[in-house]
């Protein structure tokens, strides 16, 4: 069984060396993303989560403090922060440390390579609103399993348990990382075909999922971090980010199977 916070302790790790090197030169906090830039002028991203708002007048007390700031200090909101928006953060700090490559930048919609069949059962944990009807139109069955009852009637638990051990497909969103339910998601899939982990926020570092049944990273990088940093300061998501993102799919070349830390 995968320890919740397995896979977020392990990007630390293998970025923290790195990012000794490195300051934050700008970052920010927006309605739906962290934008981070560091003095290589390197930029990452990562979601944030609806629960990110305290319910006092302080939201940051660091905010005044992170231009200059070590990296590696920031980094370390992956293992030690107290809730999601500081976790976001430093995802953002991971994914702009990451050298991923463009020569495996791509455009092509992200169900193209799943090579779905009608009939197949896909599990779609978190809600990627564009899929549906792509994934629908396949002839597979799809169930989502959502945590926002505003966008979608949340499955019961046994519902959700029974959903992940029978799927053929399973589409998770890289948020279950910064809400701590990842692990939770790998324990109770079955025997799929096909695993992906998506979202702006995913760390494009294949290593760190070696023994999960991840067999797909579709994630993105920065080309253009002047217009990211502005349109996360001013509320913007995905659909105004877009051209200003490679998206990057990254696809394991091995065969599915688990052999999970105990």
Do not use: W
């Not at 909101?77 to 440390?97: C, D, Q, T």
């Not at 050298?99 to 455009?107: F, I």
């Amino acid at each position: 069984m995968f320890k919740s916070g397995t896979i977020l302790n392990r990007l630390y790790e293998s970025l923290a060396q790195t990012a000794k090197d490195r300051r934050i030169e700008d970052l920010r906090v927006g309605l739906s993303y962290v934008g981070v830039k560091l003095d290589n002028s390197a930029a990452g991203i990562a979601a944030v989560l609806p629960d990110r708002l305290s319910r006092s007048c302080t939201v940051l007390k660091e905010a005044g403090t992170y231009a200059g700031a070590n990296a590696a200090d920031i980094l370390g909101y992956l293992v030690h922060a107290p809730n999601s928006l500081h976790r976001a953060i430093g995802m953002a700090v991971a994914n702009a440390l990451i050298e991923a490559s463009l020569d495996q930048a791509e455009d092509r919609e992200a169900t193209t390579y799943f090579n779905l069949q009608p009939g197949e059962k896909v599990a779609m944990v978190g809600l990627f609103a564009p899929l549906v009807k792509r994934i629908e139109a396949t002839g597979a069955i799809l169930t989502v399993i959502e945590k926002n009852p505003e966008r979608l009637e949340i499955l019961s638990p046994d519902d959700r348990q029974k959903t992940l051990k029978e799927c053929d497909i399973a589409i998770i969103t890289a948020t279950t990382l910064l809400n701590q339910t990842f692990e939770e998601m790998m324990n109770l899939l079955g025997s799929p075909r096909l695993v992906a982990l998506m979202g702006p926020s995913t760390p494009l570092m294949p290593e760190i999922f070696h023994d999960t049944c991840i067999t797909h990273l579709g994630g993105a990088v920065v080309k253009d971090s002047a217009r990211v940093l502005q349109i996360v300061s001013e509320g913007g998501g995905t659909p105004a980010l877009r051209p200003y993102l490679h998206f990057i799919n990254l696809i394991f070349n091995r065969s599915i199977g688990k052999n999970p830390d105990t």
